[in-house]
């Protein structure tokens, strides 16, 4: 992944509507339009390698429209300017995050010491639960 052609890709090819957010805010929310919608086609990012462009349909396919559009809300901040600046932030950790690769598991065996440990642990329950029966007296 080349973050530099990345990082120029969005600035160029994003495109930004803005609407007036809700919440909280009296005056200000309804005469301010201060939420930022922000729309990028997969197709025109740049600095991707072929398989984390394919990742990343796949992993943000609930982000993606019909028209293969990125779409990304922000309306944490009452002031327009501070949403734009977030939401190309976001935009590109989300990108980042969703091309990344999960690291493979590799699988391990519990330890002879945690094996004898919980053997030890099963008889000691065990004892004690044998002592609570009711044990009949011989006549």
């Known amino acids: 992944m080349d973050l530099v052609r990345l990082r120029a890709s969005l600035a160029s090819h994003a495109t930004m509507q803005f609407s007036r957010s809700g919440g909280p805010g009296g005056q200000n929310v309804n005469k301010v339009n201060s939420r930022v919608e922000i729309r990028i086609k997969l197709d025109e990012l740049q600095g991707l390698s072929d398989a984390e462009r394919q990742r990343l349909t796949s992993v943000l396919s609930n982000r993606i429209t019909s028209e293969g559009d990125l779409v990304l809300f922000v309306s944490d901040e009452r002031s327009q300017m501070y949403n734009r600046v977030l939401a190309f932030k976001r935009l590109e950790g989300l990108?980042?995050?969703?091309?990344?690769?999960?690291?493979?598991?590799?699988?391990?065996?519990?330890?002879?010491?945690?094996?004898?440990?919980?053997?030890?642990?099963?008889?000691?329950?065990?004892?004690?639960?044998?002592?609570?029966?009711f044990h009949q007296h011989e006549d």
Do not use: D, F, Y
């Open 95 to 133: 990108i980042i995050q969703a091309a990344r690769l999960p690291k493979e598991r590799k699988s391990t065996k519990p330890t002879k010491a945690s094996r004898e440990q919980r053997l030890l642990h099963k008889k000691l329950e065990s004892l004690k639960k044998s002592r609570r029966r």
